[in-house]
């Protein structure tokens, strides 16, 4: 379950599929079809990338239940105008779980060496991302002093991000899912992500809204893409967050922003292959 709270402005989708076709052929990479999540709902197919890096038990669970067909025909039980969709509990209400063990909390994780992208520099802390997936980190002062080379970090609740729900207890996340149609940091450090949208979230922002909504959407079926037929699979390419193409936009963003600049205002351009 995530907690109501007063909802923060939709800021520019963070995903966008248009944009980037000057970017040289070298700066695309293909998803990879073990950890890519295809959503086919009742308003259209959202693809997720998702990201062990930061919660490989959150990913897992979400790979075995898409296997045991369990999302299949859940309903979104709880959407909230430019804040989340809330889905995957097998009871379609808040409070349900599946057969499965809760899984401990999975709020912050440490990034080797050369994993991220850095895209924000502060003093007290970092933003960037690993591959589409923005996260928040410490200081590179504080990793500094850490002395392992990792960055400690967390996911940045930025629009299109995924995370797992939860009860009151952290190590309570078990199968539910939600999708964020807008930015919420607030919920940094507070649930597991586990990867980000790079194809629908204009479906994401559709889905009818209502706590529960009148007349629900639902996730029609649920697949990891490695499982599907080639034919079936999704398509696409990510701009490489590693490239110079990425980086000459990420300084004219800055250069537009200013102080303001912020993980949430960088669009990660997709494209069909």
């Not at 809760?102 to 520099?121: C, H, I, T, W």
């Not at 940045?156 to 995924?162: D, H, I, L």
Request: hydrophobic residues 45%.
């Amino acid at each position: 379950m995530i907690r109501k709270a007063a909802l923060l402005p939709l800021l520019a989708v963070a995903v966008a599929l248009a944009g980037g076709a000057a970017a040289p052929a070298g700066d695309w990479r293909p998803l990879d079809p073990e950890n890519t999540l295809v959503v086919e709902t009742s308003k259209g197919r959202i693809v997720v990338e998702m990201r062990p890096e930061f919660a490989p038990q959150a990913v897992a669970r979400v790979k075995l239940l898409a296997r045991e067909k369990v999302y299949d025909g859940l309903l979104f039980h709880r959407v909230i105008d430019g804040f989340v969709d809330q889905t995957g509990n097998p009871n379609n209400r808040d409070g349900g779980a599946s057969a499965h063990p809760d899984l401990p909390a999975e709020f912050s994780f440490k990034l080797a060496p050369g994993a991220a992208v850095v895209a924000v520099e502060r003093s007290d802390g970092v933003e960037g991302f690993v591959g589409a997936t923005p996260f928040a980190g410490v200081s590179r002062a504080e990793t500094a002093r850490a002395g392992d080379g990792g960055l400690r970090a967390w996911g940045a609740y930025c629009a299109g991000v995924v995370g797992m729900g939860r009860q009151a207890d952290p190590g309570s996340a078990n199968s539910e899912i939600f999708f964020m149609r807008g930015p919420a940091r607030r919920l940094d450090h507070e649930y597991a992500v586990w990867g980000r949208v790079v194809q629908g979230q204009a479906v994401v922002r559709a889905i009818r809204t209502g706590e529960p909504p009148a007349d629900p959407d639902r996730m029609l079926r649920v697949a990891v893409a490695a499982d599907l037929p080639a034919a079936a699979r999704p398509r696409l390419e990510v701009l490489d967050t590693r490239g110079p193409a990425f980086r000459a936009r990420l300084a004219a963003l800055k250069r537009r922003e200013g102080a303001a600049f912020s993980v949430c205002d960088v669009p990660i351009p997709v494209r069909a292959r």
